[in-house]
T-cell receptor, first 114, second 114 residues
């Protein structure tokens, strides 16, 4: 059974810092990996989707990397801003036949201090 | 265009009552997913549909939970004889199809069972 772990559970940084959020998964046979942002009391906003054949994806100040063989992904946020404060969730879709659901980690709660 | 919508946004019910939660997917999306998120946890898969049929309901916790999608668009998650442990945020997502595409999430319904 796939398990997804995110470290750290919470992170507080001063505005302007670059930071890295970590995600690991136990079964490397994945189809894709998705990073989401969740604001308090809100749903999930998709940030980046990486297919299993890709090594990284970039969107603005965000860069996500994937090392499928080692079961790891990182989300790099450059020049953090207070508006980046949210919980960041990592989710994987397994590559098995008929496997379309996402398995999520518990998230990393990010606070960017002005 | 409009995103995934869910109604109601909040639902408070008494233990033992029946509730229905509604999800309107993005127009044209054939795949629809339900997840449940307990406090401090990542979302957990419940069920997904391709068109009108439930392709995988293996995540439903017990037979008190049931979901339908009669016309291949709107879906309703039904919970009978609610228990306090059912309290959570119920999230709905849709994707173009069950293939490798991205899942887009709605804002969720917060269910509180008293």
């Amino acid at each position: 059974k796939q398990e997804v772990t995110q470290i750290p559970a919470a992170l507080s940084v001063p505005e302007g810092e670059n930071l890295v959020l970590n995600c690991s998964f136990t079964d490397s046979a994945i189809y894709n990996l998705q990073w989401f942002r969740q604001d308090p009391g809100k749903g999930l906003t998709s940030l980046l989707l990486i297919q299993s054949s890709q090594r990284e994806q970039t969107s603005g100040r965000l860069n996500a990397s994937l090392d499928k063989s080692s079961g790891r992904s990182t989300l790099y946020i450059a020049a953090s801003q207070p508006g980046d404060s949210a919980t960041y969730l990592c989710a994987v879709r397994d590559s098995g036949a008929g496997s379309y659901q996402l398995t999520f980690g518990k998230g990393t709660k990010l606070s960017v201090i002005p | 265009g409009a995103g995934v919508s869910q109604t109601p946004s909040n639902k408070v019910t008494e233990k033992g009552k029946y509730v229905e939660l509604r999800c309107d997917p993005i127009s044209g999306h054939t795949a629809l997913y339900w997840y449940r998120q307990s406090l401090g946890q990542g979302p957990e898969f419940l069920i997904y549909f391709q068109g009108t049929g439930a392709a995988d309901d293996s995540g439903l916790p017990n037979d008190r939970f049931f979901a339908v999608r009669p016309e291949g668009s709107v879906s309703t998650l039904k919970i009978q004889r609610t228990e306090r442990g059912d309290s959570a945020v119920y999230l709905c997502a849709s994707s173009v199809d069950l293939g490798g595409s991205e899942q887009y999430f709605g804002p969720g319904t917060r269910l509180t069972v008293t």
